[in-house]
Nanobody, 116 residues
């Protein structure tokens, strides 16, 4: 049974930092590309960042470039999203996704709220 479990969300002040984690089990983690998405209330889910299975290439949405960093540790079956200089508009539920060809798995999400 494949499971992706996000953690690390919470309340953070504008300008602060947060690191999200996505722990995967039940799959060959090192073969899967990983991505982070987010969904704010009333909005569609959007891509935040993605990373190849080896971690040698990353991709970011324009609004996150320079502030967020995606990474992974294949030995720990975990993907990360380091969020710096957060803004109120970063408030959303953040989801991780694992993809290998047609196999796609999603986590349940973790809430990030940016507010003073």
């Amino acid at each position: 049974q494949v499971e992706l479990v996000e953690s690390g969300g919470g309340l953070v002040q504008p300008g602060g930092s947060l690191r999200l984690s996505c722990l995967a089990s039940g799959l060959a983690f090192s073969r899967y590309a990983m991505s982070w998405y987010r969904q704010a209330p009333g909005k569609e889910r959007e891509l935040v960042a993605s990373i190849t299975n080896t971690g040698d290439s990353t991709n970011y949405a324009d609004s996150m470039k320079g502030r967020f960093t995606i990474s992974r540790d294949n030995a720990k079956n975990t993907a990360y999203l380091q969020m710096n200089s957060v803004k109120p508009e970063d408030t959303a539920v953040y989801f991780c996704k694992a993809r290998l060809a047609w196999s796609v798995y999603w986590g349940q999400g973790t809430q990030v709220t940016v507010s003073s």
